[in-house]
């Protein structure tokens, strides 16, 4: 490996404010805020959303019904034709 072309990767405090939760993860994100997290001192980054408050993932997640072009085909016309 060239030496002094990676960025360094070190361990990062992500704080999801929306569920105001902290997770510890490895990252190369640069900041210049820190945080005392469980007696240690790591760089510290406020995001709006993670896994802990994404629907997607805590199974809130709406799932609206959009028919498609053949759906919307078969109700207008039924099965006419179709055998």
């Not at 070190?10 to 640069?30: E, N, P, R, W």
């Not at 240690?40 to 995001?47: D, L, R, S």
């Amino acid at each position: 490996m060239k030496p002094n072309i990676h960025p360094d990767y070190q361990k990062v405090v992500f704080h999801d404010t929306s569920a105001d939760t902290y997770l510890l993860v490895g990252s190369t994100i640069k900041t210049e805020r820190t945080i005392d997290y469980k007696g240690k001192v790591y760089p510290y980054v406020a995001i709006e959303i993670s896994s802990v408050s994404h629907p997607f993932y805590t199974g809130e997640q709406r799932v609206t019904k959009k028919d498609g072009r053949v759906s919307k085909f078969k109700n207008r016309f039924g099965n006419r034709g179709i055998k």
